[in-house]
T-cell receptor, first 112, second 115 residues
Framework: EPEVTQTPSHQVTQMGQEVILRCVPI?????FYWYRQILGQKVEFLVS????????KSEIFDDQFSVERPDGSNFTLKIRSTKLEDSAMYFC??????????FGPGTRLTVL | AQTVTQSQPEMSVQEAETVTLSCTYD???????LFWYKQPPSRQMILVIR??????QNATENRFSVNFQKAAKSFSLKISDSQLGDAAMYFC????????????FGKGTKLSVKP
């Protein structure tokens, strides 16, 4: 069964460094999402992406964040200058209208 | 704005028994979808069940069923014949219909299953 994959599974970085989180959505899906979950809290929406552009973003998704679909398979989330409060689990999801969103296994980001 | 509320931070059930997890939501829309996701210790988000608001019939998936009360804006999950592998965080989520908009999650309910 097709699944969403994410790399790396765990990323440790120093405050102020740039990180890129990678996702490979399910191949025939057209809608892509990033969510984050701070430890012990609920899952929060960051951004959605369709037709090579951002379709919606939350207030969390400020200028430090960016997304890109550099080729036909990858979908990336970049954090330009990480802060301590960016430490969280980051989930990628993909879907096709009108089906449910399928989540990847997540990347645990630790900012020191 | 739409909100999702899960009022039970933790629940416990005996193996083979039945447990119901509560979820309420607030929306002014008539077209939407509701979901239950399971998050085991691995933290993977796994879809358990989905319900379209326009459907009156409650969704079922094997041992999992929902009680969808549209007028009351209530969407509870019933797990029958609970198994040790059901132990996890359970998140209720809402998505507006007619689009591929984002999911809005509740804070989750931690379910423990006692042998």
């Amino acid at each position: 069964e097709p699944e969403v994959t994410q790399t790396p599974s765990h990323q440790v970085t120093q405050m102020g460094q740039e990180v890129i989180l990678r996702c490979v959505p399910i191949s025939n899906h057209l809608y892509f999402y990033w969510y984050r979950q701070i430890l012990g809290q609920k899952v929060e929406f960051l951004v959605s992406f369709y037709n090579n552009e951002i379709s919606e973003k939350s207030e969390i998704f400020d200028d430090q964040f960016s997304v890109e679909r550099p080729d036909g398979s990858n979908f990336t989330l970049k954090i330009r200058s990480t802060k301590l409060e960016d430490s969280a689990m980051y989930f990628c999801a993909s879907s096709n209208f009108p089906s449910e969103q399928f989540f990847g296994p997540g990347t645990r980001l630790t900012v020191l | 704005a739409q909100t999702v509320t899960q009022s039970q931070p933790e629940m416990s059930v005996q193996e083979a028994e039945t447990v119901t997890l509560s979820c309420t939501y607030d929306t002014s829309e008539s077209d939407y979808y509701l979901f239950w996701y399971k998050q085991p210790p691995s933290r993977q988000m796994i879809l358990v069940i989905r319900q379209e608001a326009y459907k009156q019939q409650n969704a079922t998936e094997n041992r999992f069923s929902v009680n969808f009360q549209k007028a009351a804006k209530s969407f509870s999950l019933k797990i029958s014949d609970s198994q040790l592998g059901d132990a996890a965080m359970y998140f209720c989520a809402y998505r507006q219909g007619g689009s591929q908009g984002n999911l809005i999650f509740g804070k989750g309910t931690k379910l423990s299953v006692k042998p």
